[in-house]
């Protein structure tokens, strides 16, 4: 036992074996927190001897880190004089070797009663069982090692104590290095921060745990935007530290930020504009509504929130609007149409409708822009009133003129009446426009009749209408929007071009005339030529039949040519009917080239093609264009002789609307003067041609809506170059069949 001052223990005998011989640790301790007097058990307790505890304090025996809590504990305890409860805290004293052992103390105020002088405190001290100790110290830190988010602890001066792993890497710290640097909290936050962090930190320290944002520098003097949530640490009832968690939400600021000044300029341009922007939901009510309705329309924007949106549009307009929406099976749509003014009048908006959908591809919003158009009305209007005025103009004009809304006739005067065989208007007014068309243009006119009702004007189209009776006529058709009774209409100028279709027809058949005329004066000089040798050789058989086997060879070759000449003039009398199909260009060379390999062989010709790539289809007539090729590519081959390269080439040029194809061989070639001749009937450059295999040809691409041109350089080679449409839609054209018939058969 140690004693520092004279207490007469001994006096006490109870006591005094009681001290010395309790299993549990006594310490007899002044006011000063030093202990006066302690029994063997604290001895055993911490395997010291007894010189090693004299003049040792309580704090002295803490671990280092329980060092500040018992002394606060033990400041509160002397301080509160008038108590004399029982207190207890929970410590960790230190054994000679170092080890931690946890200790409960029970602290009770006493006085000796001969000299208050000598107040002092007996501390009974039980050391907890390390199973009860552990289970705290582990949980606590892996909780507080092991959290995502960055903890932190202070202590009540502000002084980092502990932070965990995620603290180290968002503060660019180490535990060790905070501890050893004893930083302070002020030199991780911004200047401009610290008066509002001592403030809450004092609020925390007072029990009030507390919340706030502020701008966070890490190590490497970045600037980082922190959500910081602190709250006290109570121990044994009272407040001995302060802990916290600080999230870095940088990012989520700066989205943030991004995400309000995208609304504060969406606001802006709401705002002024003077378009009513209308936000609604799938069901039409409106969410937001500009201020510009306030101006145009009088409503107050608060007052139409929740208000479904078609309630302030014209029933009429209304109902066409959605029919349009549904029909055109589009998210986007404009319409012209009528809304209403607070104070019950209408007035002409053009509106833009878009459905917004989410990630599912459902409507989650609509919105819609309206722009007042009723000054363009107004003069629309006035434009109509004025063509009122020449009514009766229109009655009398021999174009026949129809004003139709909703796809019905409501309007038609005289020559209308008169081109469809009707009797009077009545019988055309109130019928649907789809009754006098006919069916293979339903489709086109109905797609003409939408854009018509956006407000576009249409270019001028010929089709096809019927008469009352069912008679089909051929017909220009000019359309416009326009108004008509204070709605929105079509106007329709119908032309009557049969007579022109049939005049085109019979110019057509007399420049068939005309060329037969060629052709006759042609024949009648080519077959005279043989003729006339036969003529004289018959002659010569007359005066000397020995040699009549050489002159009859000579016969039958001339009665030859004249049945080619024949054959020729039959085809072009008789023309095959195209037969139109999409085809792939590309076999049908290939076709071709094939059929004049032997013949390219023989004559020691290389033919090569060459094609593009991803070739579009082409609308022809497969046979007519086979016989054009067949007939150039066996010019070609006669062209060369001495052999040579024959090169195919095959591409699609003026951006895809049309293909090329070019016949180019190293032949003998055309003279100058003689390539503006090639074409014309009978006229050929080779000793046994006819004349008309490039003319059918040429033909043949006219057509097919293409073109043929002819270059060639003497002793160089020939190169000729076709381009046909994509879309061609060639009439009827002279055909070679496959076996032309000769004459007399």
Same mark, same amino acid.
Request: aromatic fraction near 8%; charge should be negative.
């Given at each position: 036992?140690?004693?520092?001052?004279?207490?007469?223990?001994?006096?006490?005998?109870?006591?005094?074996?009681?001290?010395?011989?309790?299993?549990?640790?006594?310490?007899?301790?002044?006011?000063?927190?030093?202990?006066?007097?302690?029994?063997?058990?604290?001895?055993?307790?911490?395997?010291?001897?007894?010189?090693?505890?004299?003049?040792?304090?309580?704090?002295?025996?803490?671990?280092?880190?329980?060092?500040?809590?018992?002394?606060?504990?033990?400041?509160?305890?002397?301080?509160?004089?008038?108590?004399?409860?029982?207190?207890?805290?929970?410590?960790?004293?230190?054994?000679?070797?170092?080890?931690?052992?946890?200790?409960?103390?029970?602290?009770?105020?006493?006085?000796?009663?001969?000299?208050?002088?000598?107040?002092?405190?007996?501390?009974?001290?039980?050391?907890?069982?390390?199973?009860?100790?552990?289970?705290?110290?582990?949980?606590?830190?892996?909780?507080?090692?092991?959290?995502?988010?960055?903890?932190?602890?202070?202590?009540?001066?502000?002084?980092?104590?502990?932070?965990?792993?995620?603290?180290?890497?968002?503060?660019?710290?180490?535990?060790?290095?905070?501890?050893?640097?004893?930083?302070?909290?002020?030199?991780?936050?911004?200047?401009?921060?610290?008066?509002?962090?001592?403030?809450?930190?004092?609020?925390?320290?007072?029990?009030?745990?507390?919340?706030?944002?502020?701008?966070?520098?890490?190590?490497?003097?970045?600037?980082?935007?922190?959500?910081?949530?602190?709250?006290?640490?109570?121990?044994?009832?009272?407040?001995?530290?302060?802990?916290?968690?600080?999230?870095?939400?940088?990012?989520?600021?700066?989205?943030?930020?991004?995400?309000?000044?995208?609304?504060?300029?969406?606001?802006?341009?709401?705002?002024?504009?003077?378009?009513?922007?209308?936000?609604?939901?799938?069901?039409?009510?409106?969410?937001?509504?500009?201020?510009?309705?306030?101006?145009?329309?009088?409503?107050?924007?608060?007052?139409?929130?929740?208000?479904?949106?078609?309630?302030?549009?014209?029933?009429?307009?209304?109902?066409?609007?959605?029919?349009?929406?549904?029909?055109?099976?589009?998210?986007?749509?404009?319409?012209?149409?009528?809304?209403?003014?607070?104070?019950?009048?209408?007035?002409?908006?053009?509106?833009?409708?878009?459905?917004?959908?989410?990630?599912?591809?459902?409507?989650?919003?609509?919105?819609?822009?309206?722009?007042?158009?009723?000054?363009?009305?107004?003069?629309?209007?006035?434009?109509?009133?004025?063509?009122?005025?020449?009514?009766?103009?229109?009655?009398?004009?021999?174009?026949?003129?129809?004003?139709?809304?909703?796809?019905?006739?409501?309007?038609?005067?005289?020559?209308?009446?008169?081109?469809?065989?009707?009797?009077?208007?009545?019988?055309?007014?109130?019928?649907?426009?789809?009754?006098?068309?006919?069916?293979?243009?339903?489709? &086109?006119?109905?797609?003409? %009749? !939408?854009? $018509?009702? @956006?407000?576009?004007?249409?270019?001028?189209?010929? *089709?096809?209408? /019927?008469?009352?009776?069912?008679?089909?006529?051929?017909?220009?058709?000019?359309?416009?929007?326009?108004?008509?009774?204070?709605?929105?209409?079509?106007?329709?100028?119908?032309?009557?071009?049969?007579?022109?279709?049939?005049?085109?027809?019979?110019?057509?058949?007399?420049?068939?005339?005309?060329?037969?005329?060629?052709?006759?004066?042609?024949?009648?000089?080519?077959?005279?030529?043989?003729?006339?040798?036969?003529?004289?050789?018959?002659?010569?058989?007359?005066?000397?039949?020995?040699?009549?086997?050489?002159?009859?060879?000579?016969?039958?070759?001339?009665?030859?040519?004249?049945?080619?000449?024949?054959?020729?003039?039959?085809?072009?009398?008789?023309?095959?009917?195209?037969? &139109?199909?999409?085809?792939? %260009? !590309?076999? $049908?060379? @290939?076709?071709?080239?094939?059929?004049?390999?032997? *013949?390219?062989? /023989?004559?020691?010709?290389?033919?090569?093609?060459?094609?593009?790539?991803?070739?579009?289809?082409?609308?022809?007539?497969?046979?007519?264009?086979?016989?054009?090729?067949?007939?150039?590519?066996?010019?070609?081959?006669?062209?060369?002789?001495?052999?040579?390269?024959?090169?195919?080439?095959?591409?699609?040029?003026?951006?895809?609307?049309?293909?090329?194809?070019?016949?180019?061989?190293?032949?003998?070639?055309?003279?100058?003067?003689?390539?503006?001749?090639?074409?014309?009937?009978?006229?050929?450059?080779?000793?046994?041609?006819?004349?008309?295999?490039?003319?059918?040809?040429?033909?043949?691409?006219?057509?097919?809506?293409?073109?043929?041109?002819?270059?060639?350089?003497?002793?160089?080679?020939?190169?000729?170059?076709?381009? $046909?449409?994509?879309?061609?839609?060639?009439?009827?054209?002279?055909?070679?069949?496959?076996?032309?018939?000769?004459?007399?058969?």
């Amino acid at each position: 036992m140690n004693f520092d001052v004279d207490l007469d223990l001994t006096s006490h005998a109870l006591f005094y074996r009681t001290f010395q011989y309790s299993p549990n640790a006594i310490a007899l301790v002044s006011a000063g927190g030093r202990c006066l007097a302690v029994n063997p058990a604290l001895y055993r307790l911490l395997d010291e001897t007894e010189p090693n505890l004299k003049e040792r304090s309580i704090a002295q025996l803490c671990h280092p880190d329980d060092g500040v809590v018992w002394a606060e504990f033990w400041q509160e305890l002397t301080h509160n004089v008038q108590d004399d409860s029982p207190r207890e805290i929970s410590l960790r004293f230190l054994q000679r070797e170092g080890d931690a052992v946890p200790v409960r103390v029970s602290v009770t105020r006493c006085s000796y009663e001969q000299n208050e002088a000598l107040t002092c405190y007996i501390a009974y001290i039980a050391a907890c069982d390390p199973v009860r100790w552990q289970p705290y110290e582990q949980r606590y830190r892996s909780l507080f090692d092991d959290h995502p988010d960055p903890l932190f602890v202070l202590d009540l001066d502000g002084y980092y104590m502990d932070v965990n792993p995620a603290f180290e890497k968002l503060a660019g710290y180490t535990r060790e290095e905070i501890a050893q640097m004893r930083l302070h909290y002020r030199t991780m936050i911004d200047t401009s921060e610290h008066s509002k962090v001592r403030d809450c930190l004092t609020l925390v320290a007072q029990g009030a745990p507390q919340r706030f944002d502020i701008v966070g520098i890490d190590r490497r003097g970045q600037y980082l935007n922190l959500d910081v949530t602190v709250i006290p640490f109570v121990e044994n009832g009272r407040i001995t530290a302060l802990q916290g968690i600080s999230k870095n939400v940088t990012e989520q600021k700066k989205l943030w930020e991004h995400l309000c000044e995208s609304q504060r300029q969406y606001e802006l341009i709401s705002s002024h504009s003077q378009d009513i922007i209308t936000l609604c939901a799938p069901n039409g009510s409106v969410q937001y509504i500009s201020p510009a309705v306030y101006t145009q329309l009088g409503y107050d924007p608060q007052e139409l929130i929740g208000v479904l949106g078609q309630t302030l549009v014209h029933p009429d307009d209304c109902r066409r609007a959605l029919d349009s929406v549904v029909t055109a099976c589009s998210d986007e749509s404009r319409h012209m149409l009528r809304m209403r003014h607070k104070q019950g009048h209408y007035i002409w908006y053009e509106s833009s409708i878009k459905f917004i959908r989410d990630q599912h591809g459902e409507v989650c919003n609509i919105v819609a822009v309206a722009r007042d158009i009723s000054e363009r009305m107004q003069a629309q209007e006035k434009l109509f009133h004025s063509e009122e005025k020449y009514r009766s103009l229109v009655e009398e004009l021999p174009v026949a003129v129809f004003i139709h809304q909703a796809g019905r006739w409501v309007y038609a005067n005289d020559t209308a009446v008169k081109l469809l065989e009707a009797s009077a208007p009545e019988e055309l007014l109130g019928r649907s426009v789809y009754d006098f068309l006919h069916p293979d243009y339903h489709a &086109i006119v109905l797609n003409r %009749i !939408r854009m $018509l009702e @956006g407000g576009q004007s249409l270019a001028p189209m010929k *089709q096809k209408l /019927m008469t009352v009776g069912g008679r089909p006529i051929d017909v220009e058709v000019f359309s416009f929007p326009t108004w008509f009774e204070g709605r929105f209409a079509s106007r329709v100028m119908v032309r009557d071009i049969t007579d022109a279709e049939k005049a085109r027809e019979l110019l057509e058949h007399s420049e068939k005339l005309s060329l037969v005329g060629q052709l006759a004066a042609g024949i009648a000089h080519e077959i005279r030529n043989p003729l006339t040798a036969i003529k004289g050789f018959i002659q010569l058989l007359k005066s000397n039949a020995s040699d009549k086997p050489y002159y009859f060879d000579i016969i039958a070759s001339e009665i030859n040519r004249i049945e080619e000449i024949i054959g020729e003039m039959l085809v072009l009398s008789k023309p095959k009917e195209a037969q &139109i199909r999409q085809q792939d %260009i !590309r076999p $049908l060379i @290939g076709h071709v080239a094939t059929l004049i390999d032997a *013949q390219a062989i /023989m004559n020691n010709i290389e033919v090569v093609t060459e094609y593009e790539e991803d070739l579009p289809l082409l609308e022809c007539d497969e046979n007519q264009l086979k016989q054009v090729f067949i007939n150039l590519l066996k010019n070609a081959v006669e062209a060369m002789p001495n052999g040579g390269k024959l090169t195919l080439q095959v591409a699609a040029e003026a951006g895809g609307r049309q293909i090329a194809v070019r016949v180019i061989d190293q032949g003998c070639g055309i003279p100058a003067e003689k390539l503006a001749s090639i074409g014309q009937p009978f006229y050929t450059t080779k000793e046994q041609g006819t004349g008309l295999g490039m003319m059918v040809s040429m033909k043949i691409i006219e057509n097919h809506d293409g073109t043929m041109s002819i270059a060639s350089e003497e002793g160089q080679g020939t190169k000729i170059e076709i381009r $046909l449409p994509i879309k061609a839609r060639p009439k009827e054209s002279p055909a070679y069949e496959e076996h032309p018939p000769r004459a007399g058969h």
